[in-house]
């Protein structure tokens, strides 16, 4: 990233703060660590000083740019901009896509940062009215979890479609979003990851093969029961899972 030269132009506070986040996520991303203040000072055009009349501490700075990342806002945006007239699997393609882009990046900041988990939610509501993130401080306690803020515009893109989905939208949102952190996390695919094309047909068709007759086959127990079942016939990932041998039962994220 070239760096910017001359005297910093003049901003409001919020805007300055904005400016800065937004340049120490931009070198975390790139350089997979946590930036110094002279590496985003030289990276923003200003004096390491004005970062700290911004910010009384940098990891006052890392908080608030860890915060906007994760800001619902700007994803809601995109969601919102899926064309609503396109086929049903288009739609969800589009959505899966973006949701899929969200994580992936997230994914990588997390690393960059060596954070966990991500912060406690905030109240974003001034966020999705203005489109951008919007500090709140102190954060508040009773807001709306932020994974909510994707369910409406996905809502929105199955109207028309609304009986041909056999489930809430919630519980489709739900499904949909656990598929898709999962097909998009390095560590828990071995680096396969899932397209959203993919995703999508897993969602809407399964992987079962249609009979050609229409009928139902007959569904299988959630879970089997291994002590009425002879000992070649039992699958290892539908037992219970102290009783699996420990090289076989997978670690996950």
Known sequence: MAARSGRAAPMTPDDRRDALAAVYLELARKHGRV??????????????????????????????????????????????????????RDRLVDYTRILQQRFTSLFVLMGALGLTQPPADGDHTECIASGRHRRSDPPSVACVPVHEQAVEPLRRLLVPDTDEITIPVGDLFQRLRLLTFSASHPGITDGRLLTAEEIVDTILDGVRRRRETGTEPSRRPDRLEPDRLEPDRLEPDRLEPDRLEPDRVEQTV
């Open 35 to 88: 930036p110094t203040t002279s590496e985003i000072a030289r990276a923003a055009g200003v004096a390491e000083g004005t970062i700290y009349r911004a910010y009384p501490t940098k990891e006052a700075l890392a908080s608030d740019a860890v915060r906007a990342a994760f800001c619902p806002a700007p994803v809601r945006i995109e969601f919102m901009k899926i064309d609503p007239d396109q086929p049903l």
